[in-house]
């Protein structure tokens, strides 16, 4: 143990503890940035009106701050290490202490949002979608297509749900859309394709650009007739049947477990540098080298 080392010992565990809590940081960071790209669709969909639907990802964004800050505190703790600076330990701890607290305030805030945000989901989604699918609620509708084309699935709880919808009214009345039962995202595609949703270069293009270049935007019906068509036994084989509710709840439990995850883990990791950073400090005053 790094309490019981000599000087020389302590050194090389706390500057290889921060060696290692960087490259864990930065993978870390690395696997919540490739599930990125279903995250803000997703808040959209299950927000409330007292939950902004970017609360998770500035958590997530003030994560990957903490982070940052985290990188410069390391260099402080392997300086304090490598010129045995009693004063750079100090200032090491009381930086991993308070960053400590940030993220265990962060984990708390994202479990408690996600308890909030569960609660009367289905009724919730329900009523948005009946009144708001296509109704100039952009995010709202690229989110349910989004999720609609990535898990096969077609209304909230069922493909019936948008013969009821107000999309569905206003498009019957339209004489070029009047066959439209259901948006193509609800039909079995012929471009099902998914595998670059998360790709780190999506993420990049769309931060810098503003384009989203998923598929699920240009959605190709293998047979559109039968997928419109509202018999059932034509239907069936050309249109997904299932809703997406359950989809959405998993969704968003993964998503914030990861995050609280994240926060838990890196808070964890931070305890350890104490540890060590004090142990230096101890054998620093000792004026022990072996």
Not at 248 to 259: A, M, P, S
Not at 270 to 283: A, D, Y
Request: aromatic share 10%.
């Amino acid at each position: 143990m790094a309490i019981g080392c000599g000087l020389k010992c302590s050194k090389g565990v706390l500057i290889s503890f921060n060696l290692l809590f960087w490259v864990t940081y930065m993978i870390k960071m690395g696997i919540w940035i490739i599930l990125d790209a279903t995250k803000s669709h997703l808040f959209y969909l299950t927000s409330t009106e007292d939950i902004s639907p970017q609360i998770i990802e500035y958590l997530a964004y003030f994560l990957i701050a903490i982070g940052c800050v985290i990188i410069l505190v390391g260099f402080l703790g392997c300086c304090g290490s490598l010129y045995e600076r009693r004063y750079m330990l100090i200032t090491y701890f009381v930086f991993l202490f308070l960053l400590l607290c940030a993220e265990l305030s962060i984990a708390v805030v994202t479990l408690v949002y996600r308890e909030q945000l569960l609660t009367d989901l289905e009724t919730r989604l329900i009523t948005r979608f009946q009144q708001h699918y296509g109704q100039n609620s952009d995010h709202f509708t690229q989110a349910v297509d989004q999720v609609q084309f990535t898990y096969n699935c077609c209304g909230i709880m069922s493909d019936q749900d948008y013969l009821t919808s107000r999309w569905r009214n206003d498009s019957a009345g339209i004489t070029n859309r009047s066959k439209i039962n259901v948006p193509l995202t609800c039909c079995v595609l012929a471009n099902p394709d998914v595998s670059n949703s998360g790709s780190p270069i999506s993420v990049v293009s769309r931060f810098f650009t503003g384009t989203v270049e998923e598929s699920w935007q240009h959605p190709q019906a293998r047979d559109e007739t039968a997928c419109q068509d509202l018999d059932e036994e034509k239907n069936k084989i050309a249109r997904h049947k299932n809703g997406c509710l359950e989809n959405v709840e998993y969704l968003l439990k993964i998503d914030t477990t990861i995050l609280i995850g994240l926060g838990i883990g890196i808070a964890s990791f931070q305890v350890l540098g104490m540890i060590f950073s004090i142990s230096l400090c101890r054998n620093l005053g000792d004026g022990r080298i072996h």
